[in-house]
């Protein structure tokens, strides 16, 4: 994926038409060029780093290979998703069986 494409708080305006681009990577490799500068220049001080991808928000947000990696594995919908998850939480005992559903 072509990376680098954002220049402070804003986005190159050819990542628009660059069809590997992807905001969350760029965001990742950025993210891991500032934790490695900190260290760089302080390595015993400590720092905080907060890294809220979009991916995770909706479909399109994701490259298409990812979509197409997981197609047909949530086509049961939220609310199925949902009592399916619950379920096997409580009979891994990582939920107490009244948790309500």
Do not use: V
Request: glycine residues 4%; charged residues 30%.
């Amino acid at each position: 994926m072509a990376s680098r494409r954002l220049r402070g708080h804003q986005a190159d305006r050819d990542a628009a038409h660059d069809p590997n681009y992807h905001l969350d990577a760029d965001l990742a490799d950025h993210a891991i060029a500032w934790i490695r500068q900190q260290n760089s220049l302080a390595p015993d001080k400590p720092f905080f780093a907060y890294y809220a991808p979009g991916l995770t928000h909706a479909p399109h947000h994701a490259p298409k290979e990812w979509i197409a990696k997981f197609k047909g594995q949530f086509d049961q919908g939220w609310d199925k998703l949902r009592e399916e998850t619950l379920a096997r939480q409580i009979k891994l005992g990582r939920r107490a069986c009244r948790t309500p559903s």
